[in-house]
C-alpha cells in the first residue's frame, strides 16, 4: 500500500509517514488529514513510496487527502526548504504556518464564496510624466535581460518610488505575470491599495496581512494561488503566497524592522523576497529612502556585489524641495515643558498660515513613569525589568512590554506621600501642553493608543488628509508617534518638529544609529512633498553628534558610509554573520546554565571559523516573569556559519533543561 511522507505543524526536525491506499505521486504537494497523537493534524505530503522505516502494522492511515486544492507548487517547497534550513525552523511548522489558518485545520467553517473585488472605473488616471531619475531607474531595469536580477531603489523621501512600482508592476502585467508588492506595515495598505487599484482597473488585487479575518485571508490566498488575482500587496507574511506566474516582487521601505518576525519562525521576509526572485529568477527591487546598511553594502561595487543601485535624488513633484532641517539646542533654550521658543514659534506661524504642522515624539502615554521625589519610589513593572507607563487618559499604569495594568496610587505605595509626579513626557502630555497653548488650534493625536484597531486608524487619516473640495488640512497639529513617520503623503504638511530623540543616540545596540537615522529620515522626509516649502527642527543637547551633520545634509550615502566604516572596524554585520541563542526560564540560573551547556556542545570544537560570545542576560533582562538569556556567535561567512548551524541546531533538543524552559535560535538577529 502506498505510504505518504507528511510534514506537520510540530517542533520536530522529521516528517512522518501514513498509509493511504489512493495516494499517488500527484499527491505531493496536496493537504492531507492525519490522525497525530490523541487528535487529528492537517499536514502536507512531501514525498508518495510504497515503503517506511517503520514495519507497515506501525503506521496509521491517512484520513483524508484534501483535493479541493490543486497540490502547491515545486518552487514554493523549494522555497519552504530554503527558509526552514536557513531559519533552523521544522520544514513543517515553515510550511504549515505560512498557509491561511483555515487550510491548516482538520474541520474548518464553510467559507460563503465572494465575489472579488475589481477596481471600479474605467478611467485610468493619466500617468504623470515621469522625472528623469524615474526614467532612467526605469531604463535600467527594462534593459536588464530576463532572469534574476537585485535592484536596490534609492529614492529619498518624496521622489516618487511608488511610480516606479507602479510602472513595473504594468510591465510584469503586461508579460502575463503577477506582481507581489511587499510593504512594512498593514497601517500603509489602505492607501496603497487604493492607488493601485485606481492604476489597473479591471485587474484583481488582493491583500495579505494579519488584520484580514481568516476568511478574506483564505479567499485572497486562494485568488493568488488560482492565479486570479495579479496583484498581491501584502506585510512580510505574504512573501510565501504561493504564485503561478509570479515575475516581479518589489519590497517597500525595505530597512524596515517589521519584515523580521520576532516569533516562531524568525525569518527576513526581504531576505527570503531576494532568495525566493532568485529561484524564479525574476526581478527584485527593494526600495527605501534610507536603505538598511545590509542592502546598501550589498548594492556597493566590489567583489561582493549583489544589487544593482539606482537613485532617485530629486522630490517628484514639480517646485517640491527636500526640507531645510535645523537643530535647537535645547541646552542653551528655556523649555515651555519641553518645547522650545523656536518649535513654538514655527507651530504658531504655520497655524496663522492655515498649514499643517507634526510635532514628533516617538513615545506614547502621558509619562513614560510615575516617582515619588521624597524616597525614589518609580512605578515599575512587577514581571519585567521595564517601568510602568502613566495614561492619564484612562487613568492606568501599563507596561509596554508585557500589557500589566494598574491603577494609578493616590499615594507613594513606599512612603506614603501624596505628592507623586510623573517624570518625562509622551504624546498625551504634548498634546495636552499644545492644546493649552494653542487653545483654538485643531490638535489631533496619532498614536497606537489614538489607532488601536484599523477603523479608529482610518478615521484618523480621514482628519489628517485635506477636505479636497476645501483644499485645507483639516487638522492643524498632529502630535505623533512612529506611526506617522512612514511612507504618507500630506500635502499640507510643511512643518515637522522633532522632540525626545537623543535617547537614541546612546543606545548600546550597534544597529541604534542606523534606526534612528532612518526614523529621522522619514519623519523629516514627510514636510514639504507638496508644493509648499518644509521645514523641520530637531531639538537636541547633542547638536554635535556626527548623525546630525549627515542628516541635515540629506546624506544617506555619507551616513551609510560612515557607519559602516565603523562596523568593519569593529567587525560587526554585515560584514560578520550572527546567529542568536535566546532562553528563558523563570530563573536566569536555568537560562544562563542552558546557554553554557549549549557552547559547551562539542560541535562548536568542530567549527573553529564560529566564534561564541559569553552567555549573558538580555539587555531587557526579565519580561513578562520569564528571566531571559543569550548566547551570541559569530563567523566571518555565511557558508561557515550555515554549516555551523545545521549541527548545531538538531543539537539542542538533547540538552537537559527544566521543563518551564523556552529557547529559540535566530539567524541574522537584528537586536543583539
Ligand atoms: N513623475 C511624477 N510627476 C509628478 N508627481 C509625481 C511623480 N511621481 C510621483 N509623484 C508624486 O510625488 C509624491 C511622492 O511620491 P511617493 O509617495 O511615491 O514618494 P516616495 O518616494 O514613496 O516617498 P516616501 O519614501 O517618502 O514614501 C506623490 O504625491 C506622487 O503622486
Ligand atoms: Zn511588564
Redesign the pocket.
Known amino acids: 500500500m502506498p505510504v505518504v511522507s507528511v510534514a506537520l505543524d510540530v517542533p520536530l526536525h522529521r516528517s512522518f509517514d501514513y498509509l493511504a491506499d489512493d495516494a499517488t505521486a500527484d499527491d505531493i504537494g496536496r493537504r492531507v488529514k492525519v490522525p497525530f497523537g490523541r487528535g487529528r493534524k492537517v499536514g502536507i505530503v512531501i514525498a508518495v513510496g510504497e515503503a517506511s522505516e517503520l514495519p507497515q502494522h506501525q503506521l496509521k492511515t491517512v484520513e483524508e487527502i484534501l483535493r479541493d486544492l490543486p497540490p502547491l507548487p515545486e518552487d514554493w517547497f523549494r522555497l519552504c526548504e530554503f527558509a526552514a534550513a536557513y531559519y533552523q525552523a521544522p520544514l513543517g511548522e515553515v510550511m504549515l504556518q505560512t498557509l491561511p489558518g483555515a487550510l491548516r485545520r482538520p474541520d474548518p467553517p464553510k467559507a460563503r464564496a465572494i465575489k472579488p473585488k475589481l477596481a471600479k472605473g474605467a478611467v485610468v488616471p493619466a500617468l504623470?510624466?515621469?522625472?528623469a531619475d524615474?526614467e532612467a531607474a526605469l531604463a535600467a531595469i527594462r534593459a536588464a535581460p530576463p532572469g534574476f536580477a537585485g535592484w536596490l531603489l534609492h529614492?529619498?523621501?518624496?521622489?516618487?518610488?511608488?511610480?516606479v512600482y507602479l510602472r513595473l508592476i504594468a510591465d510584469a502585467l503586461a508579460r502575463g505575470q503577477q506582481a507581489l508588492l511587499l510593504v512594512p506595515e498593514i497601517n500603509l495598505t489602505p492607501q496603497l491599495e487604493a492607488r493601485i487599484a485606481a492604476r489597473f482597473p479591471g485587474i484583481e488585487l488582493v491583500s495579505l496581512h494579519s488584520e484580514l479575518t481568516e476568511a478574506a485571508r483564505l479567499r485572497h490566498w486562494k485568488a493568488a494561488f488560482a492565479g486570479r488575482a495579479r496583484i498581491v500587496v501584502g506585510t512580510r507574511l505574504a512573501v510565501f503566497t504561493p504564485m503561478p506566474e509570479l515575475g516581479l516582487i518589489v519590497v517597500d521601505e525595505e530597512h524596515d524592522a517589521s519584515f523580521k518576525q520576532q516569533d516562531g519562525m524568525r525569518y527576513s521576509a526581504r531576505d527570503v523576497a531576494v532568495v525566493r526572485a532568485r529561484g524564479l529568477r525574476i526581478p527584485v527591487l527593494l526600495g527605501s529612502?534610507t536603505p538598511s546598511l545590509e542592502s546598501w553594502a550589498n548594492a556597493q561595487p566590489g567583489p561582493q556585489q549583489r544589487y544593482r543601485l539606482l537613485t532617485?535624488g530629486e522630490?517628484?513633484?514639480?517646485g517640491a524641495r527636500l526640507p531645510d532641517i535645523r537643530l535647537v539646542d535645547t541646552r542653551r533654550e528655556t523649555l515651555d515643558d519641553g518645547l522650545s521658543p523656536a518649535l513654538l514659534a514655527a507651530l504658531e506661524a504655520r497655524l496663522a498660515r492655515g498649514e499643517q504642522s507634526l510635532v514628533f515624539l516617538n513615545r506614547r502615554g502621558y509619562a513614560p513613569v510615575l516617582a515619588c521625589p521624597s524616597c525614589g519610589w518609580v512605578s515599575r513593572c512587577k514581571r519585567c525589568a521595564a517601568n510602568l507607563v502613566l495614561h492619564l487618559k484612562d487613568r492606568r499604569l501599563r507596561c509596554h512590554h508585557c500589557g500589566f495594568e494598574a491603577g494609578i496610587p493616590r499615594a507613594c505605595p513606599s512612603c506614603g506621600n501624596q505628592d507623586i509626579h510623573p517624570f518625562g513626557r509622551g504624546t498625551q502630555r504634548l498634546e495636552e501642553r499644545l492644546k493649552a497653548r494653542f487653545p483654538d488650534a485643531r490638535i489631533l493625536r496619532v498614536d497606537r493608543d489614538a489607532a488601536r484597531s484599523r477603523k479608529q486608524w482610518e478615521a484618523l487619516l480621514e482628519q489628517i488628509h485635506p477636505d479636497e473640495a476645501a483644499g485645507t488640512p483639516r487638522a492643524d497639529i498632529l502630535v505623533g508617534t512612529q506611526m506617522l513617520a512612514?511612507?504618507h503623503?500630506f500635502p499640507h504638511l510643511t512643518f515637522v518638529g522633532v522632540v525626545g530623540a537623543d535617547s537614541g543616540l546612546f543606545a548600546a545596540d550597534f544597529r541604534a544609529p542606523e534606526r534612528l537615522f532612518a526614523m529621522l529620515m522619514?519623519v523629516a522626509?514627510r514636510a514639504g512633498?507638496?508644493e509648499l516649502a518644509g521645514e523641520v527642527l530637531i531639538q537636541t543637547e547633542q547638536p554635535g553628534h556626527p548623525l546630525f551633520a549627515a542628516l541635515l545634509a540629506h546624506d544617506y550615502p555619507a551616513f551609510a558610509a560612515r557607519e559602516l566604516e565603523e562596523r568593519r572596524q569593529a567587525g560587526f554585520p554585515p560584514y560578520t554573520y550572527q546567529a542568536m541563542l535566546r532562553a528563558e526560564a523563570p530563573d536566569m540560573a536555568d537560562s544562563l546554565a542552558f546557554l553554557k551547556a549549549a557552547k559547551a556542545l562539542p560541535i562548536l570544537a568542530a567549527h573553529p571559523a564560529v566564534f561564541a560570545y559569553d552567555p549573558v542576560p538580555m539587555r531587557m533582562a526579565r519580561l513578562a516573569n520569564l528571566e531571559r538569556g543569550q548566547l551570541l556567535f559569530e563567523c566571518g561567512a555565511r557558508p561557515a556559519l550555515q554549516a555551523f548551524l545545521s549541527d548545531f541546531g538538531p543539537a539542542l533538543a538533547g540538552i537537559a533543561a527544566p521543563s518551564r524552559l523556552r529557547w529559540h535560535l535566530e539567524v541574522d538577529p537584528l537586536e543583539c
Open positions: 504623470p510624466a515621469l522625472t524615474q529614492g529619498i523621501t518624496g521622489s516618487g518610488k511608488t511610480e529612502a532617485l522630490r517628484a513633484v514639480a512612514k511612507g503623503d522619514q522626509g512633498r507638496a
